[in-house]
T-cell receptor
Framework: EPEVTQTPSHQVTQMGQEVILRCVPI?????FYWYRQILGQKVEFLVS????????KSEIFDDQFSVERPDGSNFTLKIRSTKLEDSAMYFC????????????FGSGTRLTVV | GIQVEQSPPDLILQEGANSTLRCNFS?????LQWFHQNPWGQLINLFY???GTKQNGRLSATTVATERYSLLYISSSQTTDSGVYFC??????????FGQGTTLQVKP
């Protein structure tokens, strides 16, 4: 069964550092998303990406965040200057042209900012 | 925006028991999914079920879109069923709105 792959699985970074979280969506999918989950809380939408541009973003997704699809296969989330409150599990997800099967989520990157 | 409420928030079962988890949502949706978050934090897609009924082994789900609720049934529960169950709703290709989840603990 096709998978969404995320790397790294766990990243520890110092406050103020830049981090890049990487995702390889399912190859024929067209819609890409990032979500985050602070420990013990529900999963929150960050941003959606379609046709090489952001289609929707939440109020969480401020100027410190950016997304890219640099080479047609990878999909990255960059946090420019991390804060302690950015510590969370970050999930990438993708969806095909027909939403018959819904979203497929990756296994997540646990980001710890110290 | 759409509100998603799940009940109960917590559930403790003995192995072998059956359970029903509920998801209420406040507006019409094109997409409804049930996820199981395992102890390692992975979100496992259980069902894509904007309407109707589906079954997969011991799990089944029913969504009554006109009444804006969905039910997840777990029969003959096993310890490996433990974890958090999330309902998430949204438009076809737009963002998903997640509920707060139901934390299930199955005791041997």
């Amino acid at each position: 069964e096709p998978e969404v792959t995320q790397t790294p699985s766990h990243q520890v970074t110092q406050m103020g550092q830049e981090v890049i979280l990487r995702c390889v969506p399912i190859s024929n999918h067209l819609y890409f998303y990032w979500y985050r989950q602070i420990l013990g809380q529900k999963v929150e939408f960050l941003v959606s990406f379609y046709n090489n541009e952001i289609s929707e973003k939440s109020e969480i997704f401020d100027d410190q965040f950016s997304v890219e699809r640099p080479d047609g296969s990878n999909f990255t989330l960059k946090i420019r200057s991390t804060k302690l409150e950015d510590s969370a599990m970050y999930f990438c997800a993708s969806m095909g042209r027909r939403a018959n099967y819904g979203y497929t989520f990756g296994s997540g990157t646990r980001l710890t900012v110290v | 925006g759409i509100q998603v409420e799940q009940s109960p928030p917590d559930l403790i079962l003995q192995e072998g028991a059956n359970s029903t988890l509920r998801c209420n949502f406040s507006d019409s949706v094109n997409n409804l999914q049930w996820f199981h978050q395992n102890p390692w934090g992975q979100l496992i897609n259980l069902f894509y079920i904007p309407s109707g009924t589906k079954q997969n082994g011991r799990l089944s789900a029913t969504t009554v879109a006109t009444e804006r609720y969905s039910l997840l049934y777990i029969s003959s529960s096993q310890t490996t069923d433990s974890g958090v169950y999330f309902c998430a709703v949204g438009s076809n290709t737009g963002k998903l709105i997640f509920g707060q989840g139901t934390t299930l603990q199955v005791k041997p």
